[in-house]
């Protein structure tokens, strides 16, 4: 762990939004993903743009960027940030691309910023939202997809500088 103290705690226990005010602001940029794991015939359904709702993908993207934009009024203490920069990509996984074999949608959010605190939450917002999108579109043909592995790839600015997830 890199830090054993709850910034969104203050003394007595309480929750707080934490004072950035003396901060200086930085560049952060923030990448996130999801996984929508389906059904085979549900991502051949999506790929070559026969769902029934219209283009499931492009519908996604927008949505994850909303989503991320709108990320201080679902989260009660984030900050409100000017995001400079929202980029959602969705890319089809096959059958056997996987280590585990599962079809579905990759979802990689990628949102920058320059303020005083971070961007990650407004990433992993826009890869949630871009995920249940998905799931949205396509829930009348499949009910059993999961979202699954939703996590921060990438963090870098501010004090703590760079941050990457680990290879697995």
């Known amino acids: 762990m890199e830090n054993n103290r709850l910034t969104h705690i203050d003394e007595r226990g309480a929750v707080r939004m934490v004072d950035v005010s003396a901060k200086d602001d930085t560049q952060r940029v923030a990448v996130a993903e999801a996984f929508i794991a389906m ?31 709108q990320t201080s009024a679902l989260i009660p203490m984030c900050h409100p940030l000017n995001i400079t920069k929202a980029q959602v990509e969705c890319t089809p996984v096959f059958s056997g691309e996987r280590d585990d074999g599962r079809a579905g949608i990759r979802i990689t959010a990628t949102c920058g910023v320059t303020g005083k605190t971070g961007i990650e939450m407004e990433a992993l917002t826009a890869a949630s939202i871009a995920a249940l999108t998905v799931y949205d579109m396509c829930k009348a043909v499949d009910r059993g997809m999961e979202i699954m592995e939703v996590r921060l790839l990438k963090k870098d600015g501010g004090k703590t500088g760079l941050w990457l997830r680990e290879s697995e």
């Open 39 to 69: 059904d085979p015939d549900t991502l051949a359904l999506i790929v070559e743009g026969r769902a029934a709702k219209g283009d499931v993908l492009a519908c996604a993207r927008v949505a994850g960027i909303m989503g991320a934009k």
